[in-house]
Nanobody, 122 residues
Framework: VQLQASGGGLVQAGGSLRLACEAPESWSSINVMGWYCQAPGNQRELVATVSRGGSTSYADSVKGRFTISRDNAKNMVYLQMNSLKPDDTAAYYC?????????????????WGQGTQVTVSS
């Protein structure tokens, strides 16, 4: 597993969690880092992404409650989750898009972490 995610757990509604994901230090040319979630029976959905320059995007359902950030020097991405709701319960997956190859063979490649479970009780 190349992406190591951590920080999930069980929390009561209204509580907070902070997810972290580490990509290998040797990786360069990381463009986008982000988080997706998948609840049982549902498709994997975007939660938030952050570009190398710091531009962020969020799912409407988490705007104002979640904050994504990254540390380019450490190849880390974080998701601060506040005011958690039972509907936030899901497995959360770290996502990285980086450039690989050289010259005409250069292309974007996607990577996924192993998922960390977030459970919010009512």
């Amino acid at each position: 597993v190349q992406l190591q995610a951590s920080g999930g757990g069980l929390v009561q509604a209204g509580g907070s969690l902070r997810l972290a994901c580490e990509a290998p230090e040797s990786w360069s040319s990381i463009n986008v880092m982000g988080w997706y979630c998948q609840a049982p029976g549902n498709q994997r959905e975007l939660v938030a992404t952050v570009s190398r320059g710091g531009s962020t995007s969020y799912a409407d359902s988490v705007k104002g409650r979640f904050t994504i950030s990254r540390d380019n020097a450490k190849n880390m991405v974080y998701l601060q989750m506040n005011s958690l709701k039972p509907d936030d319960t899901a497995a959360y997956y770290c996502y990285v898009n980086r450039q690989v190859g050289t010259g005409f063979a250069r292309r974007g490649k996607e990577y996924w972490g192993q998922g960390t479970q977030v459970t919010v009780s009512s």
